[in-house]
């Protein structure tokens, strides 16, 4: 079983904490274990980086409230928060590049 040290696994809603500073939210769907497993190997990356950052996953199927609140369209989406304020989001990727753009935090002043 894979094991992540910065992401926290959502189990209930009140897990989610977005009120203080960074925090990011990765949603998915078990439909696409591949994607999934490439995105959060990334996601701990930055996790491991940027250690003020908080990391959630959530399955969407699990967590439907989470669609309609962050009008998701289409999974995995994760979402950068600031004080429970999206700052930015990205959709279906693969590519470290398009994490590397993404997640270029040093203008967010996140170390």
Known sequence: ????????????????RLDK?????????????FLNIKNLFNLENIGLKFNK???YAAD???FKLYKML?????????????K???????????LREDFEKFFNLEKYDVK
């Open 60 to 62: 969407i199927d699990y």
């Open 21 to 33: 500073g960074y925090a990011f939210l990765y949603l998915y769907n078990t439909s696409n274990d």
């Open 1 to 16: 079983m894979l094991q992540f040290k910065k992401i926290k696994f959502l189990t209930r809603k009140q897990d989610l």
């Open 53 to 55: 950052i908080k990391i």
């Open 84 to 94: 429970r304020k999206e700052k930015k989001r990205l959709t279906k990727t693969l």
């Open 70 to 82: 962050y009008n998701i369209e289409t999974v995995p989406t994760i979402i950068l928060f600031y």
